[in-house]
T-cell receptor, first 112, second 118 residues
Framework: DQQVKQNSPSLSVQEGRISILNCDYT??????FLWYKKYPAEGPTFLIS?????DKNEDGRFTVFLNKSAKHLSLHIVPSQPGDSAVYFC???????????FGKGTKLTVNP | GAGVSQSPRYKVAKRGQDVALRCDPI?????LFWYQQALGQGPEFLTY????????KSGLPSDRFFAERPEGSVSTLKIQRTQQEDSAVYLC????????????????FGPGTRLTVL
């Protein structure tokens, strides 16, 4: 059973528009959430995180929103750039464990 | 500063061979993690060290998998008698937790070792 789900395997947007990547989780013990970006043949690169005591965290073009009641988080990228094209992973930790539980990823393509 | 490094980057093994994968974490990082990523999947947790202590090995898939971090820095993941289902990318990550607060527990990943078992 997947505790972290990214239901969209892929997403395509135009340069300059907003990209919205979604993530759902089932474990109510998760209290820390992260987004990673991955290029082919490289390891995941940390993008942005949010603690469960917040509902929003912003860093430049990237904003993460957390809806605890719905067990849902989303990553907004505004404006999207072709260099943002990559696989994005949602991850969560909590419940006394420091391990990260990952979703399967969403491949984002930003078209010029 | 240097990030997490892993070696080798690629490893091809014949079924039944033993392999050893190395991870050099970011200097000073107390916590070290190993993950396995199969094709088309997200990384899956294997094991966690805090300094030299292995605090969690619940993700190791079988007793053929063994990890160590004897001096609290470099770590080695060893797979004995490799099987085809072991083919995957093995990722190492480090973080400054618990030196840094819980809310700053970003894990920094290395490039991974791609293991192919024939």
């Amino acid at each position: 059973d997947q505790q972290v789900k990214q239901n969209s395997p892929s997403l395509s947007v135009q340069e300059g528009r907003i990209s919205i990547l979604n993530c759902d989780y089932t474990n109510s013990m998760f209290d820390y959430f992260l987004w990673y970006k991955k290029y082919p043949a490289e390891g995941p690169t940390f993008l942005i995180s949010i603690s469960s005591i917040k509902d929003k965290n912003e860093d430049g073009r990237f904003t993460v929103f957390l809806n605890k009641s719905a067990k849902h988080l989303s990553l907004h990228i505004v404006p999207s750039q072709p260099g943002d094209s990559a696989v994005y992973f949602c991850a969560a930790s909590g419940g006394g464990s420091e391990k990260l539980v990952f979703g399967k990823g969403t491949k984002l393509t930003v078209n010029p | 500063g240097a990030g997490v490094s892993q070696s080798p980057r690629y490893k091809v093994a014949k079924r039944g061979q033993d392999v050893a994968l190395r991870c050099d974490p970011i200097s000073g990082h107390v916590s070290l993690f190993w993950y396995q990523q199969a094709l088309g999947q997200g990384p899956e947790f294997l094991t966690y060290f805090q300094n030299e202590a292995q605090l969690d090995k619940s993700g190791l898939p079988s007793d053929r998998f063994f990890a160590e971090r004897p001096e609290g820095s470099v770590s080695t993941l060893k797979i004995q008698r490799t099987q085809q289902e072991d083919s995957a990318v093995y990722l190492c990550a480090s973080s400054s937790y618990p030196v840094s607060p819980r809310s700053y527990n970003e894990q920094f990943f290395g490039p991974g070792t791609r293991l192919t078992v024939l």
